[in-house]
């Protein structure tokens, strides 16, 4: 039996490595053909180990295009993404609160209407989001891609802070009203405390969402010193093909750092708030 056990182990845990090497190549290849000569990142494209470390492609693609560097793409997406993450988190958590905790007219109704939009596609609202944002005055400024974010929270980060709310137990409420706390004063003093992990998955996903998002940057944003990285590193390559392959392959290597960074510090809390979310 403990052979057979260990044999058992043995198939699983090369299974789980094969498959998530296979899983993990192509940011392995990225990384390594960032430091590989322009005429070897095709030509030896299956291989991780450069034969020639070229580091001028990450001074070479820093410095951007035209006069427009990537110090100013990766500033420009810090502010949104800062933005929108503590949008996300301040009217998803406020809005969560009201459809867990309190009873007002037409609140089933609003929280179908809520969970329906979660179905629909983003290209449905483009347009008239468009015209909106276009006649205040908004198109070619950050605008439309931080306000959304502070008015009404976002569905789906809505319904996982809902489910999470409803795990804690409405005797602490109670508590706190019978100790002087008005219904904000609950939310703040005793239910976002305990939303901690909750709140870390939302700002997560919220700023991988946002720091990698491509379309909504390419529609609003017409100026090249408001681009994000996104817009840069698709403004890198040449329509012609002739691409510098090497260093637009080391600022996209650059550009995943931040979210490596992230998910190294908070995957703890990111863990807990999705499987502790909806559990009594």
């Not at 290849?29 to 070897?40: D, G, I, V």
């Not at 030896?44 to 820093?62: C, D, H, K, Q, R």
């Not at 949008?87 to 009873?103: K, P, T």
């Not at 219904?183 to 998955?201: C, D, E, M, S, Y």
Request: charged share 10%.
């Amino acid at each position: 039996m403990k052979n057979k056990r260990l044999l058992s182990d043995i198939i699983y845990y090369v299974f789980v490595i094969a498959f998530g090497f296979i899983m993990i190549y192509p940011i392995l290849w990225m990384f390594a053909s960032s430091l590989k000569p322009a005429q070897e990142i095709f030509n030896n494209a299956l291989s991780l180990i450069p034969s020639v470390f070229v580091w001028e492609n990450y001074p070479t693609g820093w410095q951007g295009f035209g006069r427009t560097g990537f110090d100013i793409f990766f500033k420009n997406s810090a502010i949104v993404t800062s933005l929108v993450v503590i949008g996300a988190i301040c009217s998803s958590s406020i809005v969560a609160y009201g459809f867990a905790r309190l009873n007002f007219k037409f609140k089933g109704l609003l929280f179908a209407c809520l969970m329906g939009t979660i179905m629909l596609p983003m290209q449905i609202t483009l347009i008239p989001q468009y015209v909106l944002f276009h006649n205040i005055g908004w198109v070619n400024t950050f605008y439309p891609l931080i306000v959304p974010a502070f008015l009404g929270g976002t569905p789906f980060f809505v319904f996982l802070l809902i489910q999470f709310i409803r795990g804690i137990p409405r005797e602490l409420d109670e508590a706190a009203i019978v100790d002087g706390c008005s219904t904000f004063g609950v939310f703040w003093r005793i239910i976002l405390p305990l939303l901690k992990p909750a709140l870390v998955t939302v700002a997560l996903f919220a700023f991988m969402w946002t720091w990698d998002d491509f379309l909504a940057p390419l529609i609003y944003l017409n100026n090249a010193n408001l681009h994000t990285v996104t817009l840069g590193l698709r403004n890198f390559m040449d329509a012609d093909g002739n691409t510098n392959w090497g260093p637009l392959l080391a600022m996209s290597s650059l550009s995943l750092m931040p979210q490596f960074i992230l998910f190294a510090f908070f995957q703890k809390y990111l863990v807990e708030g999705i499987a502790t979310t909806g559990l009594k």
